[in-house]
């Protein structure tokens, strides 16, 4: 068509997200306890992914709690939604005896 070269010729600008340089994701090395410190203290950092995770990672995490923890309660909907089918069954079969 009339027109389309002219778009064609011109170069799309394609945004690339910024990249995080290395110093902003990791953490420095854990500096050995000196020897006045406390005995009893915790060794080691434990979980670091608060601070190294990207935004993209801290949504995919967030996303999976949130379906881990909707199953979860799924399956005790679901077994609740049992359990009261076997007392009604229970409570029918105790009341035909007794008749």
Not at 31 to 55: F, H, I, L, M
């Amino acid at each position: 068509m009339e027109g389309d070269d002219e778009l064609l010729v011109h170069e799309v600008e394609v945004k690339v997200p910024p990249k995080r340089v290395e110093w902003m994701t990791a953490l420095p090395p854990e500096s050995k306890q000196s020897a006045r410190s406390n005995k009893n203290a915790k060794e080691g950092r434990g979980d670091t992914s608060v601070w190294t995770d990207t935004p993209l990672e801290l949504a995919r995490k967030a996303n999976t709690h949130y379906l881990e923890a909707y199953n979860e309660a799924a399956a005790l909907a679901s077994n609740e939604e049992e359990n009261t089918k076997r007392m009604q069954i229970w409570w029918i079969n105790i009341i035909m005896k007794n008749d």
